[in-house]
């Protein structure tokens, strides 16, 4: 039946629909996409504004003492941890797609800046923030998250496993009242055992006592809960809520209790002190890009040449951090990979106006944030004004903060933070897994964790190429109609170049008088290497007066095949029958 004259038209109009529709842009859809705050706010309640206020305020009480105690990780004064507070809360409740996520100052952030800032001052803090906001955001923008993909499981433990020891290990020296700084986990030992004899008794004992306290509180929170539950009394209901709220506040609680105690006691002096906070919120300024510090002038050269790799690595870790928490809190929802890395971008770049150091998200105070039953990420924006209050009305208080009780809160923090079961999963599982793990455990502690980063990575991937460079392949001998053996070597998974030689000398390994057979049906992928070696051992076997052929291959991967050599074209069949009833002829 020949089509009518106004079918042809017809159907090219029914195409040019497709096509628009196709690349139709929605704005709404993009809107909201990009603004997730849209989606949410227009459904807002004042009870689920009571809820975000609760929880807000209840991160609020441990990010105050966790920021100060971060930003002396770091070699920064204390005002710099609320400095890098209030921003991420702000911009977060815009473009962040997970109502749980708590973005500011985290332990392995601030670990990461402590050799710049001691050298170049706390501009560098600042620098970094803003160049590793551009960085997170130019990647979320062109959707390559899959970077992270990189940090394997191992890598991962083994890095936070070492930054947990390093960091705890760095405030040994404040628990026991000894002076001085120690940015190395050696550095940090050596210094507690060369000056025992300047260990101070109240420090130590007010340390040691927060701990025991921070470790308590933690631990009766199983006993309690924000949820009414009906076998339990109104009493014991009311009394749950109670321990709950105090297990979550405890990191305010033991500073608190310590500040009190420090200025109560100021006439003795019996513990070391945080001393001067500089007061008053930061200016709004653009990051510097030359730093003047101790009378030396430093250029952008000179800034990145110190950061080094850590200039790649920080922005890294930041995404590998924010998005691991955004997924390990999504509860079996899609997490958008790429909006997380622009709203973390956008809250570094601004931050950095505030003199913020990097920004990311907090797995401790998201989790503080999903047990207080946070609905939406308004909550922190209250979080934020908790911290702005602070900055406002609460840094002359500071000054008696003592510095043991600041170092309980981040060894308490890294004792939660240490991958204990990763050295049990992986054992289990698959022992060879230990040899990242354990590499870059021992790097990051003993080289930085730049680098120790960097050299498990390059271990894991030598791992993968040499699952790449011996594949698997299963052997079968199989029995021709016609009297003979036929070998059918069928490779497990697609061949690249490294397998090459090794799929050559499996098949050249059969000598004598058989057929060998190359089964492709697993085989999804094929690079030119692999063709050329095909095609030589092919040849080789032809000289030697065997049979070789190529069954069950997909026609892309032929015809990869076929452009190397075409005479390989004579060597595929569609199925081994044939081969097994004696029909194999190839000339």
């Keep these: 039946m020949e089509p009518s004259d106004d079918q042809s038209p017809r159907e090219t109009s029914r195409a040019l629909d497709i096509v628009k529709n196709y690349f139709r842009f929605d704005r709404r859809v993009f809107f909201k996409k990009r603004f997730p705050i849209a989606t949410w706010l227009p459904k807002y309640t004042f009870s689920t504004l009571f809820q975000d206020f609760l929880a807000g305020f209840t991160v609020g009480l441990t990010e105050i003492p966790q920021g100060i105690a971060f930003a002396v990780i770091a070699g920064l004064t204390p005002e710099y941890g609320l400095y890098c507070g209030f921003m991420g809360g702000f911009v977060y409740a815009i473009f962040g797609s997970c109502k749980d996520v708590n973005i500011g100052p985290t332990s392995i952030m601030a670990l990461m800046l402590q050799e710049h800032v001691s050298k170049m001052g706390p501009d560098m803090a600042v620098i970094i923030t803003f160049l590793a906001g551009i960085i997170i955001f130019v990647l979320g923008s062109l959707n390559l998250g899959f970077v992270v993909e990189f940090f394997s499981y191992p890598i991962i433990a083994g890095f936070t496993c070492a930054a947990s020891l390093q960091i705890a290990s760095t405030q040994v020296k404040s628990l026991l009242g000894i002076g001085g700084k120690a940015d190395a986990f050696l550095e940090a030992w050596e210094g507690v055992f060369n000056n025992l004899d300047k260990v101070r008794l109240w420090d130590s004992i007010l340390g040691l006592l927060s701990i025991m306290f921070l470790i308590a509180l933690k631990e009766i929170r199983r006993f309690g809960t924000l949820q009414y539950r009906a076998d339990w009394s109104r009493d014991r209901n009311i009394a749950g ?31 070391k002190i945080t001393g001067d906070v500089k007061g008053g919120f930061p200016p709004f300024a653009a990051p510097p890009f030359s730093i003047n510090y101790n009378g030396t002038t430093y250029n952008f050269g000179d800034i990145a040449t110190d950061y080094g790799p850590a200039m790649a690595f920080i922005p890294l870790v930041a995404i590998l951090e924010a998005i691991s928490i955004g997924k390990a809190f999504s509860k079996g929802k899609p997490l958008d990979a790429s909006q997380e890395m622009l709203a973390l971008g956008l809250c570094n770049i601004l931050s950095s106006f505030v003199r913020s150091m990097p920004i990311t998200g907090s797995f401790t105070r998201t989790a503080v944030n999903n047990a207080s039953g946070v609905k939406t990420p308004l909550a922190g924006i209250f979080t934020s004004f908790m911290v702005l209050l602070a900055i406002a009305f609460l840094t002359p208080s500071f000054y008696y903060v003592p510095k043991a009780t600041l ?5 308490c923090a890294m004792f939660y933070l240490f991958d204990y079961d990763a050295f049990v999963v992986i054992w289990r599982s698959k022992k060879l897994d230990m040899v990242p793990f354990l590499v870059t455990f021992l790097c990051c502690i003993f080289i930085s964790l730049e680098y120790g980063i960097l050299i498990g990575i390059g271990v894991n991937l030598l791992f993968v190429l040499y699952g790449s460079a011996r594949p698997k392949f299963d052997i079968v001998k199989e029995k021709s109609n016609h009297g003979g053996a036929i070998f059918v070597i069928t490779p497990k998974d697609t061949l690249y170049f490294p397998a090459a030689e090794y799929l050559r000398d499996t098949v050249l390994g059969y000598d004598g008088d058989h057929i060998v057979v190359v089964n492709g049906k697993y ?10 070696s095909m095609a030589v051992f092919a040849q080789e076997l032809s000289e030697r007066r065997q049979t070789v052929a190529f069954v069950d291959f997909k026609p892309s991967v032929i015809e990869v095949c076929v452009n190397v050599n075409a005479n390989l074209r004579a060597y595929f069949r569609d199925d081994l029958e044939q081969i097994v009833g004696g029909q194999l002829h190839i000339q």
């Design 407 to 411: 170092a309980s809160v981040v060894i």
């Design 241 to 271: 809520v109670f321990i709950f709220m105090l297990s979550l506040a405890r990191n305010a609680l033991v500073v608190i209790i310590g500040t009190l105690i420090s200025y109560n006691l100021r006439d003795d002096n019996p513990f």
């Design 523 to 532: 085989v999804r992928n094929m690079d030119v290497t692999v063709a050329k």
